[in-house]
Every structure is written in structure tokens, then in C-alpha cells.
């Protein structure tokens, strides 16, 4: 099914340039439930850098409570009870008994509002030529300035051989292509033979698709702060990840940070290995002196977070 050390590949992917000028063309993200609020979140983030279309595909729960706040210029698909049921159709034993490493945690994966990352990306790439995927909890922090070569980049865990061969090396929920098969090439993987969800057959990419990877100031995850203490103070934080702030948040020296992944209202079993990271992002938008981060910070005090507690956000 995958190779003992599934992450021997990452030596011979190469890394995608943020220099510019970026030739991306829309993004994309799937809204489910009353959790499909995050999507108002990232597109308002989107909207602080880009004008490029939204595609969003979201069920009727997720379009509701999006109605009021979701950013200009997003193109949202409501799908209709048959699509989501024919999608359980597909799946109609529990994940735990289709994937064995889902570990009990099949209630936050379900598998079949999963499989429509890969229809939002079929619509916005035939439609746009190009779309970057994002999870709806994906907060952008600065511009996407890359110019695409390839036709897949993907956004690797980097972490152990192990992880990457349980669970996948890259996350899927931050995935750029301008290849219209692979949408197609993905949702086949997913449903046919992928070992955990639709996040492990990602391995597989490289030996269908010309690909790159994402450098690290890209979706900017739990992997990335799971190690640290949770008792540092925030100063010491600040140095273990070495992450600066000024005009800017910059990762590891000069690369700036373009977003972070993370539920700002977290499920309860979640919130331990959320901690630091929901820490260091408020102190980040706090510190920074960019205007976009000032106008982010206060969308979410303001907007978000109230609707968030409102609409229950984080209690699974």
C-alpha cells in the first residue's frame, strides 16, 4: 500500500518559489455544518490580499450560517441533500473499520464531505485554469506570491518516517493545481486505496504529477508546534519557534509567514495540541504592525469569535 519511508521522496521534490509575481487564479474550500463558519474567516483573509474568485462548496447548515459574512466575490455551491447522501452511499461502514489508523477519531473526518475537496477543486481549476485548495480553517496572514510551475504543490507534515507512512507526509488541506486530472487522480485514490482518509495517497502524487512543496511559512499547523512546552512564556515561545514579528511574522529568519491552520475555537479533544499554536497566531496579528493584520484581528474579535460561541463552534 506505501513504502516503509514514504517520506524519501521529499529530498528530490523541489520547493515552490514565493518570489513572484504569483499566477494563481481562485482558491477553494469545502464548508460543512455549523464548523463551516471558519470559511467566513479565511475568505475575509483572502480578501485582505487578493481579489481572485472564492469557490466554496457548503451543505445547507454551512451556507446559513455563512450568509451574513462571507467575503465578496465567493461563488458558493449549496449541495443538495441527494449529493451528500450518495457520498454516504460510498462509505457505508464507519472510517475506523475502512481506515485501521483513524485511531477513534472517524467523528471529525467524515469521509464523505471529505470527497467533495476534490469536486471544488475540479470546478474552480475548469473554470480558472488554476485553484489553490484550503481547509475552511485556514487563516491567510499574508499574500500567496508564488508562481506556480508545477502542476501540483503540496504542503509536507515533515515529520517522522513513521507519521508519514501512517497518516501521509503532506496535509490535504492546502493543495494547489492547475492540472485538471487531478482532482479526478485524487478522488479515485480516496475512494479505492488510500490508508488513512483522503491525506496518505497524497504520497502518490509525485510519481503521476510534476510536483512541488510548499515552504514551511505555508500552512502553518499543530505539526509545527506539537513539540513545544505549553508553560513557556510567550517571549520563549516566540524563540523555540523562532518566529519574529515586526512590520511583518516572519518564520526562521527572513521567510515571511503566509497562514496558519488552526480552529480558533477548537474541539475539546483537540485544544491540548492546539494550544500553543492559537497563542502564537493572536500574539503574532497583536505585534505586527501590518495593517492587514490589524484589520484581521479585529474581524475576528469583532465578527468571529462572538459568532463562533454563538453558533457553537468547537463543542465536538
Known amino acids: 500500500m506505501y513504502p516503509e519511508t514514504a517520506g524519501e521522496h521529499l529530498d528530490t521534490i523541489p520547493e515552490q518559489s514565493d518570489r ?34 472564492v469557490y466554496v462548496f457548503a451543505d445547507e447548515t454551512a451556507a446559513r450560517v455563512l450568509q451574513e459574512d462571507m467575503a465578496e466575490n465567493v461563488d458558493m455551491t449549496v449541495m443538495d441533500s441527494d449529493l451528500l ?58 499574500p500567496v506570491e508564488c508562481d506556480f510551475k508545477s502542476s501540483v504543490t503540496l504542503s509536507p507534515h515533515r515529520e517522522s518516517d513513521k507519521m508519514g507512512k501512517d497518516y501521509g507526509i503532506y496535509n490535504a488541506g492546502y493543495i494547489y493545481s492547475g492540472d485538471s486530472d487531478f482532482p479526478d487522480f485524487w478522488e479515485k485514490a480516496y475512494f479505492n486505496d488510500s490508508a488513512f482518509l483522503e491525506q496518505e495517497c497524497l504520497n502518490r502524487v509525485h510519481n503521476e ?14 505539526w509545527r508546534t506539537r513539540p513545544v512546552n505549553q508553560n513557556l512564556s510567550m517571549d520563549d515561545l516566540f524563540k523555540g519557534l523562532n518566529i519574529k514579528v515586526e512590520d511583518n511574522i516572519y518564520l526562521n529568519g527572513e521567510s515571511k509567514m503566509v497562514s496558519f491552520h488552526t480552529h480558533l475555537r477548537p474541539p475539546e479533544r483537540k485544544r491540548p ?15 505586527s504592525t501590518k495593517k492587514a493584520h490589524k484589520e484581521l484581528l479585529d474581524f475576528i474579535s469583532s465578527v468571529f469569535i462572538p459568532k463562533a460561541f454563538e453558533y457553537g463552534l468547537g463543542r465536538g
Open 209 to 222: 504529477f510534476d510536483t512541488s512543496a510548499f515552504h514551511e511559512g505555508h500552512n502553518y499547523g499543530m
Open 20 to 53: 513572484g509575481p504569483s499566477n494563481l487564479e481562485s482558491f477553494s474550500t469545502v464548508a460543512v455544518g455549523v464548523e463551516g463558519y471558519e470559511a467566513a474567516l479565511l475568505t475575509n483573509s483572502i480578501r485582505l490580499y487578493s481579489d481572485k474568485p
Open 273 to 287: 495540541a492546539l494550544f500553543n499554536l492559537v497563542r502564537i497566531f493572536y500574539e503574532c496579528l497583536k505585534r
Open 85 to 142: 447522501q450518495e457520498r454516504k452511499m460510498k462509505f457505508p461502514v464507519g472510517s475506523s473499520a475502512i481506515w485501521k489508523n483513524i485511531g477513534g477519531f472517524e467523528d471529525l473526518y467524515p469521509p464523505d464531505a471529505l470527497s467533495l475537496k476534490m469536486d471544488v477543486m475540479a470546478k474552480a481549476i475548469k473554470a480558472c485554469g488554476n485553484t489553490l485548495f484550503l481547509d475552511a480553517d485556514v487563516i491567510m496572514v499574508n
